[in-house]
């Protein structure tokens, strides 16, 4: 017997199979064709599952972070109560419970193995996103994964909510402004602008006006550089977006198929993909944020400055970064203070600057760092808002440049065109 509970999801499809088969059947007594209505059906067939794709789509990121929290949920639940965080995921799955997705009953079945929680992790690595699960590593390393769950779920959230309608905009340029310019250059350029050229060619025996000529001159020149400065890295950052983790997953699961050259080739792409992440603003103090959050964690657990500073740099998820934290940690093996060494790590020199204060005032390096902590989330926010908002404006800003570019241009030909009929 099926014990698996109903879910709105399902409820949607069941609710929209039966209004399909209550307008075919309508459409069907009203007009008597049986071929109108299998065509009808079936057309809306198609437009319910391209909403629907779309829709799933588009909802990966989102659906993704949800079952990454819930884990998180999980996790500091099943701690809070003594009870085994492998045992829990175990029974939980055994529920045939389905909201998680089907990587979290595979995880179940590497912890039924008898793998600890973050070996099994590592073999299941799109359950959680890599920086979280770095994260889960710093806390197994103090002794109490208790301590790293508020900085993954600030790392799961980082201004979601805040961000999303900015997003949203993207999102809608993306698949809809974007394309609506794609076919309006089309029409203008393959279709409208010929037909012009034949007409004054035709009945005048002239050539188009000079303000048509030079609208398209622009048009040729201004359509291919907006898609390649523009459009373009924005579709491939939506595409990333949606993606989430699964290109680096694919490329370290490829990259050692096509032998030890391709391999370090594919490990050099990956450094200059965290490296080019470290040039976006608001990126990079998100990692400094989680760095100095990890940083100030582990050096209040007791642990060494080198250990500390190697693992901290580890849980950021980012190769360029971690070797910032490896050069540290060779300053430090040499007898450079902690404060000094610091100076890699970023070139603004705050950090060095935060850690000095904190290691002269009283309490924990966490407590001391909260407020800069705060400040480097407030900073990414401010600054990912900034770019959404200029990308959004510049696009709607280059669309009604085209349109008013194509109207002028039309209306030149109608007006010569006119001038020319009253001569006859």
Known sequence: MDTRPITPEHLWRWASALMLTIFGALVATLTQKPIVVLVLLFVLGL??????????????????????????????????????????????????????????????????????????????????????????????????????????RTHLRDALPRVQKAQNYLVALVLVVLPAQLMLYWMVRVVVFPKFHEIFNDMLDAHMPLATVTAIATLDVAWPTFMAVIALPMFVGLGLYILGPRPAYWVEWFAPKFGPVLARRFDWLATMTDRGMLVLPWQRRRVERDFAAMLALLLDAGLSEEKAVLLAGESVANRAFLARAQRVTEQLQRGVKLPEALQFMDDAGELRWRMTNAAHAAGHFRESLAGW????????????????????????????????????????????????????
């Not at 997705?101 to 690595?125: D, I, M, N, T, W």
Request: aromatic share 10%; glycine share 6%; charged share 20%.
């Open 47 to 152: 437009a319910y599952g391209a909403f629907y794709s779309l829709h799933f789509i588009l909802s990966l990121p989102f659906r993704r972070r949800e079952r990454a929290r819930m884990l998180l949920e999980l996790i500091e639940t099943s701690i809070e109560h003594s009870h085994s965080v492998e045992q829990c995921l175990i029974r939980l799955s055994r529920s045939r419970e389905r909201s998680f997705g089907v990587r979290f009953h595979l995880l179940a079945a590497y912890l039924e193995q008898g793998l600890p929680l973050l070996a099994a992790l590592e073999k299941v690595p799109r359950m959680l996103p890599p920086t979280v699960l770095a994260m889960l590593r710093v806390g197994a390393a103090t002794g109490d994964i208790r301590r790293v769950l508020p900085s993954c």
């Open 373 to 424: 902590l705060d400040t480097l989330d407030a900073k990414a926010f401010g600054q990912e808002q900034a770019v959404a908002q200029f990308l959004t404006s510049a696009c709607v800003l280059f669309n009604g440049c085209l349109v008013g570019l194509f109207t002028v241009s039309i209306f030149q030909c109608f007006i010569q065109l006119i001038d020319a009929a009253s001569t006859w």
